[in-house]
């Protein structure tokens, strides 16, 4: 499976951004899929994962702003984002995994990963 994020830029805060992760080689509607970002100077974050029940769980930060979904038909795997902060700004990656993910916060579990997609939010 690859992995193509898009859909970054640049906002103000309080605006909105759709990030779109796409796959190819092969259908992933069963995988879990997790959406990580990385700010300079900082390790690189859990965010977000939908896992292939339809579960999703969120880190603390993005609850009731950021919210994932998928679109089975296009093999792809969407991440809304309103209410942008400042401190949202990073390189946004998405993952995924073919097994169940029960740390799903921790990057080794997932094998495939997207090239990332920077998210600039001014003040």
């Known amino acids: 499976v690859q992995l193509q994020a898009f859909g970054g830029g640049l906002v103000q805060a309080g605006g909105s951004l759709r990030l779109s992760c796409a796959a190819s080689?092969?259908?992933?509607?069963?995988?879990?899929v997790g959406w990580f970002r990385q700010a300079p100077g900082k390790e690189r974050e859990f965010v977000v994962v939908n896992r292939g029940d339809g579960s999703a769980y969120y880190a603390e930060p993005v609850k009731g702003r950021l919210t994932i979904s998928r679109e089975k038909v296009k093999n792809t795997v969407y991440l809304q984002m309103n209410s942008l902060k400042p401190e949202d700004s990073a390189v946004y990656y998405c993952a995924a995994s073919r097994n169940y993910v029960s740390n799903y916060y921790y990057t080794g579990e997932y094998e495939y990963w997207g090239q990332g997609t920077q998210v600039t939010v001014s003040s």
């Open positions: 080689g092969r259908t992933f509607n069963n995988y879990t």
